[in-house]
Every structure is written in C-alpha cells, then in structure tokens.
T-cell receptor, first 115, second 117 residues
Framework: TQLLEQSPQFLSIQEGENLTVYCNSSSVFSSLQWYRQEPGEGPVLLVTVVTGGEVKKLKRLTFQFGDARKDSSLHITAAQTGDTGLYLCAEHANAGGTSYGKLTFGQGTILTVHP | ETGVTQTPRHLVMGMTNKKSLKCEQHLGHNAMYWYKQSAKKPLELMFV???????ENNSVPSRFSPECPNSSHLFLHLHTLQPEDSALYLC????????????????FGEGSRLTVL
C-alpha cells in the first residue's frame, strides 16, 4: 500500500497570507486528488491531477503535480477564513480500468486562517 | 446541499447495543464506500460496493456488517462495538463510467460521529 506523506501537519496563518501544502510519496502516483474537509463535514473534492507537470487552478488555489508524479502541492494565495479546514491528498489506486475507485489518503494538513 | 446523506449525524451507544448507520446517495452513482476517520490517522477504507456487490473488505472486524440493498442505499450495522471504534464514519459514492472504469473521485456524506461508551 502506497504511503502518502503530507506536510505540514498543522498550519496557522493570518488572512491575506499565502501558503503551500505538500503531498509526497516514494512511489509514482497514478493520479492524485485533493479534498478539503471543513469541521463537521465530509471531504469535498477540489481537483484531480493526472499528468506529470500538470498545473490546475481553482480561483485562489493552484495545484501542481510533480514531473515524476511522486509529489503534489497546493498553493493558496491570499488566504481567507473560509479556507480553514483539513486538506487531504488521495491517490487513486485502481486507475487501470477496474470497476470501482479505491483511494489511499494522506493524514492531511489542518489549516487555520485567522481574521 | 450534499448528494450523499448520512443518518444519524451523531450516535452514542454502549458496547452491547446494536445500531445501524444509513447512507443514501441521490447522484445516480453505482459504487458506494464506507470510510473510518479517527483522530490523527488517515481515512481508512472499510468496505466498497460496486454495482451492489461487495468488492472490498479491508480486514474489518465482524462487529461491523455492511449492507447494500440497492445502488442508492448503504448501511453499516454495528454490534458489540469497542470504545476504540469511536470515530467519524463517512459514506461516499462514485460513478462507474462506461467500460467499467471508475474515475475514483468520491462524493462524501457529512459523516456519522459515533461514540462507543
């Protein structure tokens, strides 16, 4: 089973600051997903990256997939209090055409944005 | 509004009780999942149902018993639980695309917070 390492584990910043969180593995990802989980809620999918070197943007969020597909980062510009939550990366283990998805999750980064 | 609804949102039970968690998805998906989320641990996959057939059981103790009567509903029956089973139980669904492939992108419910006394 692939182990996903996320860093940092905790991040506490002021509104308006920029931040980056990371997701790393010793193995190659087939594809990688990022989720955000707000307190008391379930995780919500933010993005899926598939191709090495890929960059995707979602408003103030920028997602990068490493060229070797062994790491990914999430950069937030001008953080807002609404960005507070647990950020999870997950690898889709069954990308080879099986009938269901099977995700392995990292332990997450807990982000707190203070007003 | 979430397309995946879980009930109850909170459950407190004794070790000798029998209870069930319910999940319903309104997204037309045909794969459903139970995940366990404990403090300081990554989400753990428990069970997967694909086209109403159980295809994954990740060494889950028999005191947890899943049931999938149709593609929209998923249950987790709980019996003789232990205090260490206290956690957030998350249901998720996903879509199987043509050719039997799955995008792997999960849609989660809000979870059922379980406390075992």
């Amino acid at each position: 089973t692939q182990l996903l390492e996320q860093s940092p584990q905790f991040l506490s910043i002021q509104e308006g600051e920029n931040l980056t969180v990371y997701c790393n593995s010793s193995s190659v990802f087939s594809s990688l997903q990022w989720y955000r989980q707000e307190p008391g809620e379930g995780p919500v999918l933010l993005v899926t990256v598939v191709t090495g070197g890929e960059v995707k943007k979602l408003k103030r969020l920028t997602f990068q997939f490493g060229d070797a597909r062994k790491d990914s980062s999430l950069h937030i510009t001008a953080a807002q209090t609404g960005d507070t939550g647990l950020y999870l990366c997950a690898e889709h283990a069954n990308a080879g055409g099986t009938s269901y998805g099977k995700l392995t999750f990292g332990q997450g980064t807990i982000l707190t944005v203070h007003p | 509004e979430t397309g995946v609804t879980q009930t109850p949102r909170h459950l407190v039970m004794g070790m000798t009780n029998k209870k069930s968690l319910k999940c319903e998805q309104h997204l037309g998906h045909n794969a459903m999942y139970w995940y366990k989320q404990s403090a300081k641990k990554p989400l753990e996959l428990m069970f997967v149902y694909s086209l109403e057939e159980r295809v994954e059981n990740n060494s889950v103790p028999s005191r947890f018993s899943p049931e999938c009567p149709n593609s929209s509903h998923l249950f987790l029956h709980l019996h003789t639980l232990q205090p260490e089973d206290s956690a957030l139980y998350l249901c998720a669904s996903s879509r199987i695309t043509s050719g039997g492939r799955n995008t792997g992108e999960l849609f989660f419910g809000e979870g059922s917070r379980l406390t075992v006394l």
